[in-house]
């Protein structure tokens, strides 16, 4: 026989249950000292129910702090009269006058005074309420689907992070943690809005709204809400894109800077890969070993434990040029696949250090303002259209959110087809 984890004991006729000693300051608001919970028949019938039952017993111990109003409730009703009339509360089905009607009725009474009303309402009554949505709520669960999506988590934390300030600042705390998002007005958004342009340019509030926009369309949709998004159409003067916002780098401009970069193999590695690809910084920086096929000639942006993507439609195969592919094999020698390319700059903030370093070099040469890395995914934009490139196959290129499975009819364009566009490029 083998050792029974803690709380599990074999009863006399074979079975096995589940023992737990309710904390002292719990026991006034559960009603009892001990908890047991049936596990099964057999040892691996225990074994097998026993992590959802002490999930539910850890649960309800931590309850007095964590849960909400109705997931509270519902933990008592079901430590208090088991899974049976927990069961039927959660289904709906508690009948008025009924046996189980009257024990929740006693039950609400001995907690009364001692839980929040809240719950001894919901409790008394047999009806479990979720609690409103909230615009916190909406920021939380959808940081939780972009991570799903490839945005790694503490990106996408410290993201909504820095928006629950600035939202905390200009909506109040109620408004954001507690109020109902069905409350949030227009003037509330336009409030927000007013706020970040104070600190920042149009283009970054337009981003910003953008996520709050996003999260907020997400809830209304997982959650089936009948309300307007009052984020949406966001009137933000200034912003949007403009001819002058930021130019392409022209062949003038590469011809003039390429020296720059020549003396400094890892300089020289990133500066090629971005002009020959269009590619993101951060795509680049955050690229492994296993991501390079030298065979197909090709790279494969993805997710990983370096970096998440901007979009679900930045993950793509791209075709390599003979010098990239050339360069980045220099970078790989010696290396495992889940090995980092280019490990000075696998690290957090390091896409800001590979930015720097390569600005740094550039503005020896083109102080223009207007110029960039960044301008080096404009220069592929333009090549491909001047060039007769399909909007559809650029943007698969570039990776750009439009570039959807739907879109594409299948997996995405081959690298063939591509290929075929970025030569003229090349």
């Not at 909230?134 to 669960?141: N, Q």
């Not at 342009?197 to 089936?224: D, F, G, Q, W």
């Not at 040469?365 to 909007?391: A, Q, V």
Request: hydrophobic share 40%.
């Amino acid at each position: 026989m083998p050792k029974l984890p803690a709380y599990v004991f074999r009863r006399q006729n074979g079975s096995y249950r589940y023992k737990r000693n309710v904390p002292k300051k719990l026991r006034h608001l559960i009603g009892k000292d001990t908890l047991y919970r049936q596990l099964g028949e057999s040892y691996s019938e225990a074994m097998n129910a026993l992590p959802e039952v002490h999930l539910e017993i850890e649960q309800l111990f931590a309850a007095e702090e964590t849960m909400p109003a109705n997931e509270r409730a519902l933990a008592f009703i079901r430590a208090a009269l088991g899974e049976e009339v927990a069961d039927m509360v959660v289904a709906g089905q508690i009948v008025e006058y009924s046996q189980e009607d009257y024990a929740l009725n006693e039950l609400a009474q001995t907690i009364a005074g001692k839980l929040p009303q809240e719950v001894v309402r919901q409790v008394y009554n047999g009806k479990l309420q979720s609690p409103p949505m909230t615009l916190d709520t909406a920021l939380s669960e959808y940081a939780a689907y972009k991570a799903g999506e490839g945005v790694r988590d503490k990106d996408a934390a410290l993201r909504i992070k820095k928006l629950r300030k600035d939202l905390k600042s200009s909506l109040g705390e109620h408004k954001l943690e507690k109020g109902s998002l069905a409350e949030i007005t227009r003037a509330d958004a336009n409030a927000f809005r007013d706020h970040l342009l104070e600190r920042m340019k149009p283009n970054s509030v337009l981003r910003n709204v953008a996520v709050v926009k996003a999260a907020v369309n997400y809830v209304i949709t997982e959650h089936s809400l009948t309300m307007p998004n009052v984020f949406n159409g966001l009137k933000i003067k200034g912003a949007g894109a403009s001819v002058e916002d930021r130019h392409p780098l022209t062949d003038e401009h590469i011809a003039i800077a390429t020296p720059c970069y020549q003396n400094d193999p890892l300089a020289w590695a990133l500066f090629i890969t971005l002009i020959d690809t269009g590619a993101r910084l951060s795509e680049i920086v955050g690229l492994e070993v296993q991501d390079v096929d030298l065979q197909e000639r090709s790279i494969t942006i993805k997710p990983n434990n370096i970096r998440g993507l901007k979009t679900k439609g930045s993950h793509r195969t791209l075709p390599l040029s003979q010098r990239a592919a050339e360069t980045l094999q220099e970078h790989r020698k010696g290396k495992e696949d889940g090995e980092a390319i280019f490990p000075k700059y696998a690290r957090p903030r390091g896409n800001d250090a590979a930015s720097a370093m390569l600005m740094k070099r550039f503005r020896t040469i083109i102080t223009d303002k207007k110029l960039t890395m960044h301008s080096l995914r404009h220069r592929m934009k333009d090549k491909l259209r001047n060039t007769g490139c399909p909007e559809a196959i650029s943007m698969a290129i570039l990776g750009h959110g439009s570039n959807t499975v739907a879109a594409n009819y299948g997996s995405g364009y081959a690298l063939d087809v591509m290929r075929k566009h970025m030569e003229k490029v090349w």
